[in-house]
């Protein structure tokens, strides 16, 4: 069973000892607390601490439209959380359900901002990911060429930790993740309670944090497959490589 939002807080809060055991929670305590766990899962994201599940997205591609934002409300162009790694994409034509185009390998930003001439219109064969940062706060997905006709893209993916609401269960967050989420929101909530921690308990939370860090760090796949194509003398539309 998934751990609730609120359980999580609440034991945040008796961990630091702002509470005794059989004191019910104050509802503003509770709501400062979903604060900071958003303020947590904020953070995590721009370090890239990513959703470790894969998502399967649909994208609906439209004539001579380049540019697609993905994030989470209906403003976007796909109304989801926010990509932070694409592990593959396909385009589909509606028209042609039975047909599927070759797996589109990523842009770089350097490789992109050679293309010289961005307009020509086709089936997409590349795309360029823009990741979620907190200043922008949503992702970016463009393909060349610009689609002829409306198509579908199918983007298998790793989505960006969501932020929570009181009545969620964290069933976005691993099982093994849980304990570092509440150390992490114990220490947060003891700087705003004044409650003096000991150092191993810190040590602790330090440590759970470093090792989701690091089980996170991915290599930069777009570089990768450049360096990868570099070697072995593949050249892909040489007229902008």
Partial sequence: MADSVQGVITSALRRIGSLPEQQDVPSYMIQR??????DILDEWGAQRIYIPYQSVLELELQTGQESYTIGNDSSFDLDTDEIM?????????????????PTLPPLTETVYANIPYRAATGIPVQYLLRNWTPEVGYSQLLFQPLPYKPLTAKIVCKQRLAR??????????PREWIMGLKYKLAINLAQIYGKQLNSTFVQLCMDSISTLEANAVDIDYMTRRDEQLNRKNIVYFNWWL
């Fill in 85 to 101: 790694m694409v592990l593959q994409m396909n385009i589909f034509d509606p028209a042609s359900p039975n047909v599927a185009y």
């Fill in 164 to 173: 929570v609401a009181l009545t969620d269960n964290l069933v976005q967050i």
């Fill in 33 to 38: 607390g979903l604060e900071v766990m958003n």
